[in-house]
């Protein structure tokens, strides 16, 4: 072999090596990343494992929260069929799980429970799950339940249905109405008694009566006359939670109503130097079915409120609208209004602003929960507009004779 052979055969078996190493370096480097590879899918699965952990273990919490609640629960899917349902709601239905999971909830037939209101409160005629609603339903026997209907977001058309029981609650509420209507049928009689003697003083039929003597028996006459008051509205208030309000409706003008109770009301306007408006169409409106005696207390207690609550030198516009199937009462006043944070209770029991009790004036706070009441009941609707320090204007609709 040659010199130059020899060279040859050195520089190929050296190219060789290198090859091999170059090789062996690939696979090493190719091993490593294999074992990484591995261990990033390692630690994926151990996160995928852990994350269904978390989640198996959220959702036994949440199952095991939901069977235990104190209301009855369905989850409904787009089709109305149940997916879950608690113990409560089974105990209601008087069924078991397996009876009714997976089934329309209005297929299901009940022979402890008519359905027929609880199908009509969740989905009404069609038998469509509502999107939103909250209705209190009496299901016999003094059973109340408030059934709420929620609309699942990002669900894809799923439902939460919730049977809150008010039994407990409505019974409580009774109790309450009792009880102030038997004190108020208590208070009545002596209150009565009391009424007549002190006006046959003042009249003189016991003998004569010093200048003194009379004033302080008016004042005792006045302050008997505010408790009667007080308990007739509480009368009235309890008849209305008992369901006894009762209406002889008839069909009447609405104007001749607020002329009657405007005119016994002018001593208290001339007494405040308040002025009365009425603004009320020359030609005749259309009858509205009423009762009179009740729309005479809805009529009494906004006009009294608009003294009471406006300023002396003040005005008290009152307005009536023919409006297509309803007759409009507007009572406007220039008085102290109503707070903007409490203007969502003006129509509960016993409220009263907090400007008008700093202002020391008289009142039970039953007024206008009363007047809703009748108001309500005669299927019209109230509403008011107010702002502190500028007065408040009250609004109701009667429906026109024939309409309702």
């Avoid at 009404?124 to 339940?145: P, Q």
């Avoid at 603004?279 to 009858?287: E, G, R, T, V």
């Amino acid at each position: 072999m040659t010199k130059k052979e020899t060279k040859k055969t050195k520089n190929s078996s050296s190219e060789f090596s290198k090859d091999l190493i170059s090789i062996e370096s690939c696979n090493v480097s190719r091993g490593e990343d294999l074992r990484r590879i591995r261990s990033a899918f390692l630690n994926i699965f151990e996160d995928v494992e852990e994350a269904r952990n978390i989640a198996v273990r959220e959702k036994n919490k949440t199952m095991l929260i939901i069977e235990n609640l104190d209301d009855g629960l369905f989850v409904l899917d787009k089709n109305s069929k149940i997916e879950i349902v608690n113990s409560y709601a089974l105990e209601f239905l008087q069924k078991a799980k397996d009876e009714i999971i997976q089934k329309n909830i209005f297929k299901i037939k009940s022979e402890k429970v008519d359905l027929k209101i609880f199908f009509e409160v969740i989905g009404g005629k069609n038998k469509k799950i509502k999107e939103v609603s909250r209705e209190e339903v009496c299901f016999g026997n003094k059973l109340f339940f408030q059934v709420s209907v929620l609309s699942i977001a990002g669900s894809g058309g799923e439902y939460l249905v919730i049977l809150h029981d008010i039994s407990k609650d409505k019974l409580i509420d009774q109790m309450k109405t009792e009880f102030v209507s038997v004190a108020a049928h208590q208070l009545r009689t002596p209150l009565s008694a009391i009424k007549w003697t002190l006006k046959m003083m003042l009249d003189g039929d016991v003998g004569k009566l010093t200048e003194e003597q009379i004033e302080f028996l008016n004042k005792s006459y006045e302050s008997n006359e505010r408790m009667i008051m007080l308990v007739n509205d509480l009368l009235n208030v309890s008849r209305i939670d008992e369901g006894r309000f009762i209406y002889k409706p008839e069909a009447l003008q609405i104007e001749d109503v607020i002329k009657e109770i405007s005119m016994s009301e002018e001593t208290s306007l001339k007494k405040k130097k308040l002025k009365l408006l009425l603004n009320i169409p020359k030609k005749k409106l259309p009858p509205v079915f009423i009762d009179k005696e009740k729309m005479g207390i809805v009529m009494q207690n906004f006009i009294e409120n608009s003294i009471k609550y406006t300023p002396s030198g003040g005005k008290i516009t009152i307005s009536v609208e023919d409006l297509k199937d309803d007759i409009l009462v507007k009572i406007k006043d220039t008085g102290v209004g109503i707070p903007l944070d409490q203007q969502d209770r003006i129509f509960t029991k016993f409220f009263r602003g907090e400007n008008v009790i700093r202002l020391e004036t008289e009142g039970s706070g039953l007024g206008l929960y009363t007047v809703k009441n009748i108001i309500e009941s005669h299927t019209g609707k109230v509403w008011f507009q107010s702002e502190e320090n500028k007065g408040s204007t009250f609004f109701f609709t009667l429906p026109k004779a024939g309409q309702n």
